[in-house]
């Protein structure tokens, strides 16, 4: 698994003599201020080391005249940009095949991480987890009436028919005609209003039994998800007798644990699995850059009646504070950031708290094929499997978020 215990960035500024160019008027830049993220699992020290040599290197691309990124961003899954997720480690665990068996013999290797909105996270090594949300399976099942690009609004977005528009197109027709006989018979310009208002109460009525019926259809096919899934799962292990899967609903999706092996991210059946389950793009990005399989332990903040009733913030302070406590952001002062760590620490304590009242997913039912029905749990996995119901709170009475 790739996830650094320790941060640091490192920012330079250096110069270089303007030349003009021969061919053109411009000149070539005369100072840059390069800052990267250095990262390391040994020590704060050597993270430093890390982002030095890493800002040394952008430097020499830089003075060959490559056209370098100065500074690096926080990205949304660290999309393609080279760097391992930055997410504070919790715990540590293992799980061994033999209960008897130290560490070293341990099989499966499980990091607890408080993500970028402070949800804990755990972060397994060979126990593949599938995470599936129900934009993706809406677009998929429902092309022609959700979008097909990741976006799904709370009311579908439909496809306008070219009835309505015409509709639209003949009323603007009918008060224009209206108001020239209005202005050619020298009458009152009230019955304009009252025509106006009558078909506005019209549309309105119109538009608001579309809306009930495109409610409703959301409210059918958001519905029709659970039965698709179960039944994907189902052909899956007939067709492969040897699979075991686990399904379990979470509050915008599903998530789907293989209990039958272990197995890496990076092996091919894994990507077959992404490809049949129609697993959430950046889930599947994000699995392949950090090299483990991931599940939210704990609630979305955004989610929890904490956050709406002013108990608790919708954003973790400090999302660009870099954990250690030898780890200063080289853009912040002493002074701000001791107040953004206080504030911070008071944050995960409440959030923490809160979302004790709260289940991120509840378990439906478990699939096995011929084969696997008749073969014996692994221990690790179901040492593995018991531990995240426990801290999903998958079998308690509690709201999902």
């Known amino acids: 698994m790739l996830i650094p215990k320790y941060w640091a960035q490192y920012k330079q500024r250096f110069e270089l003599s303007g030349t003009a160019d021969n061919t053109s008027d411009t000149f070539n830049s005369k100072q840059a201020t390069i800052k990267r993220y250095g990262w390391s699992d040994v020590s704060q020290a050597e993270a430093l080391s890390h982002a030095k040599s890493r800002v040394r290197e952008t430097h020499n ?10 500074r690096e961003r926080r990205e949304e899954y660290n999309a393609s940009n080279g760097i391992p997720i930055r997410e504070e480690i919790i715990s540590e665990h293992d799980f061994p095949e033999n209960e008897l068996s130290n560490n070293s013999a341990a099989v499966t290797k499980l990091i607890v991480t408080r993500n970028s909105y402070g949800a804990q996270v755990a972060n397994v ?28 609004p709370a009311i579908p977005t439909y496809q306008s028919k070219p009835s309505s528009k015409l509709k639209i197109w003949v009323f603007i027709l009918v008060f224009i005609l209206i108001a020239s006989v209005i202005a050619w018979l020298g009458l009152s310009w009230l019955w304009l209003l009252a025509v106006m208002f009558g078909v506005t109460a019209y549309l309105w009525q119109q538009a608001s039994q579309r809306d009930k019926a495109h409610a409703q259809k959301y409210t059918d096919d958001i519905a029709s998800l659970l039965p698709y899934m179960t039944d994907v799962i189902k052909k899956r292990v007939a067709n492969h007798p040897t699979e075991r899967f686990r399904l379990y609903q979470t509050p915008a999706g599903f998530r789907i644990i293989a209990t039958h092996d272990t197995i890496a991210p990076s092996d091919e059946l894994v990507a077959e699995w992404f490809e ?78 809160f979302a004790q009242g709260y289940r991120t997913c509840h378990y439906v039912e478990s699939f096995a094929g011929k084969e696997a029905s008749h073969q014996l ?11 995240h119901d426990r801290a999903c709170r998958v079998d308690k009475a509690l709201p999902m978020a």
């Open 377 to 387: 749990e692994s221990v690790a996995i179901k040492a593995f499997v018991d531990w």
């Open 125 to 152: 090594d060979n126990i593949a987890i599938i995470d599936v949300d129900n934009k993706d399976l809406l677009g998929h099942l429902y092309p022609e009436h959700y979008s097909s690009n990741g976006f799904m």
């Open 276 to 353: 049949y389950f129609h697993a959430d793009a950046n889930y599947v990005r994000l699995s392949q850059i950090q090299q483990c399989f991931r599940a939210r332990l704990t609630a979305k903040p955004w989610r929890m009646g904490e956050v709406e009733g002013k108990k608790l913030t919708k954003d973790i302070p400090a999302k660009n504070f870099w954990f250690g406590s030898n780890n200063i952001d080289v853009d912040s002062s002493i002074e701000q950031r001791q107040d953004e760590l206080k504030a911070r620490k008071q944050w995960i304590v409440d959030y923490d708290r």
């Open 61 to 70: 691309r830089w003075l060959a005249g490559e056209d370098i990124l100065r």
